[in-house]
């Protein structure tokens, strides 16, 4: 069964940390993918990985950054986090075939930043 | 620009009542797909449906149903016979060949409540 974890499900931080928020999947799946999903503006996708050490920048990647060591694990960090950075986090993957294939989510990591 | 729009915030309906969710969508490319997502309560989003652009052909699948139209760029899901456990946001998507299908943009959502 196909299976995304996040680390988190709920996670409380202060302004100006470093936030790690990490995305591990079973699948063996290329592609990987964070969003941030906030009230009336749906998902908004942060950075996406096609491979090992490859990123790209989504809609909105400032103020975010991404590493990817490994296939399974993909983790967003959020530099100097801030109150603006309060929302769900959601990790998604992909298949080889992204345009027709559909995403498998994680449960989410909802994020408060005080 | 591509763009989807899901213009239902919430929908509030009896159970057994039919529901219809609204999605346009917005595209210059030729050769895209659509899909439509679950959020329930829990928080993890679930695949529903997929469509290409060069299949319009409905589909039911149990007490669901999808509707493409490429003439009015609309995607629309109905929920026949709603049930509780149908209470939750739905998402419609939309993916386009010129992207290669990595940046996958998503409607606001609609939630959905169904009471017993």
């Known amino acids: 069964d196909v299976k995304v974890t996040q680390s988190s499900r709920y996670l409380v931080k202060r302004t100006g940390e470093k936030v790690f928020l990490e995305c591990v999947q079973d699948m063996d799946h290329e592609n990987m993918f964070w969003y941030r999903q906030d009230p009336g503006l749906g998902l908004r996708l942060i950075y996406f990985s096609y491979d090992v050490k490859m990123k790209e920048k989504g809609d909105i990647p400032e103020g975010y950054s991404v590493s990817r060591e490994k296939k399974e694990r993909f983790s967003l960090i959020l530099e100097s986090a801030s109150t603006n950075q309060t929302s769900m986090y959601l990790c998604?993957?992909?298949?080889?075939?992204?345009?027709?294939?559909?995403?498998?989510f994680g449960p989410g990591t909802r994020l408060t930043v005080l | 620009a591509q763009k989807v729009t899901q213009a239902q915030t919430e929908i509030s309906v009896v159970e057994k009542e039919d529901v219809t969710l609204d999605c346009v969508y917005e595209t210059r490319d030729t050769t895209y797909y659509l899909f439509w997502y679950k959020q329930p309560p829990s928080g993890e989003l679930v695949f529903l449906i997929r469509?290409?652009?060069?299949?319009?052909q409905n589909e039911i699948s149990g007490r669901y149903s999808w509707n493409f139209q490429k003439s009015t760029s609309s995607f629309n899901f109905t929920i026949t016979a709603s049930q509780v456990v149908d209470s939750a946001v739905y998402f419609c998507?939309?993916?386009?060949?010129?992207?290669?299908?990595?940046?996958?943009?998503f409607g606001a959502g609609t939630r959905l409540f169904v009471k017993a």
């Open positions: 469509r290409n652009s060069f299949d319009e």
């Open positions: 998604a993957t992909k298949p080889t075939g992204a345009l027709k294939n559909e995403q498998f």
């Open positions: 998507a939309l993916s386009e060949a010129d992207t290669g299908g990595f940046k996958t943009i």
